[in-house]
């Protein structure tokens, strides 16, 4: 059974840069696709990038000067980073499996940015 | 500002059938399959159409997915209130290289 679980701080500060890990189990982050997709409190998905099997990368036009994720293969885990962090980064942050049709999920972490 | 068009509200009474649109562009749903999320309060999405169509296992046959040109839609028939969710389209865009999601619309069971 294919399990994802994100970990990382709960509250960041303005102008910070936020880190989070995603853990797979069940699965090899050598195979597939595996993206972070984020939510701010009330609103809709919002895509921020992904990385797939070859290590190749492709981010959120809206984001991608802010973000970079890599991926451990020997720890199965890929990560987020998200520099410059502000108000509007408030958000619960989700580890995806897939290309659009995300058959995993992780049960997504709350990251709130104040200081 | 969504890539995918999704009107953000739609309702209907027990029993009834409502449909969610979904509206793009030929370099996403043109070209590409369509997937549909269901989202309860607090919870993670979870898939409940993919591939335009396909019902993962454990998913209602009430449910039931369709695409015509750069549209798509999810239909829900004999509504239930354990249906009220928000729910999102989500495809490839072959322009952006990567996947675009529509901003998701809130079903009220009346």
């Known amino acids: 059974q294919v399990q994802l679980q994100e970990s990382g701080p709960g509250l960041v500060k303005p102008s910070e840069t936020l880190s989070l890990t995603c853990t797979v189990s069940g699965a090899s982050t050598s195979t597939y696709y595996w993206n972070w997709i984020r939510q701010p409190p009330g609103k809709g998905l919002e895509w921020i990038g992904y990385i797939y099997y070859s290590g190749g990368t492709n981010y959120n036009p809206s984001l991608k000067s802010r973000v970079t994720i890599s991926v451990d293969t020997s720890k199965n885990q890929f990560s987020l980073n998200l520099n410059s962090m502000t108000a509007a980064d408030t958000a619960v942050y989700y580890c995806?499996?897939?290309?659009?049709?995300?058959?995993?999920w992780g049960q997504g972490t709350l990251v709130t940015v104040s200081s | 500002q969504s890539v995918l068009t999704q009107p953000p509200s739609a309702s209907g009474t027990p029993g009834q059938r409502v449909t969610i649109s979904c509206s793009g562009s030929n370099s996403n749903i043109g070209r590409n399959t369509v997937n549909w999320y269901q989202q309860l309060p607090g919870m993670a999405p979870k898939v409940f159409i993919h591939s335009d169509n396909q019902r993962p296992s454990g998913v209602p046959d009430r449910f039931s997915g369709s695409k015509s040109g750069t549209s798509a839609s999810l239909a829900i028939s004999g509504l239930q209130s354990g249906d009220e969710a928000d729910y999102y389209c989500a495809t490839w865009d072959d322009s952006l290289n990567g996947p675009v999601l529509g901003g998701g619309t809130k079903l009220t069971v009346l």
């Open positions: 995806a499996r897939g290309k659009s049709y995300f058959s995993y």
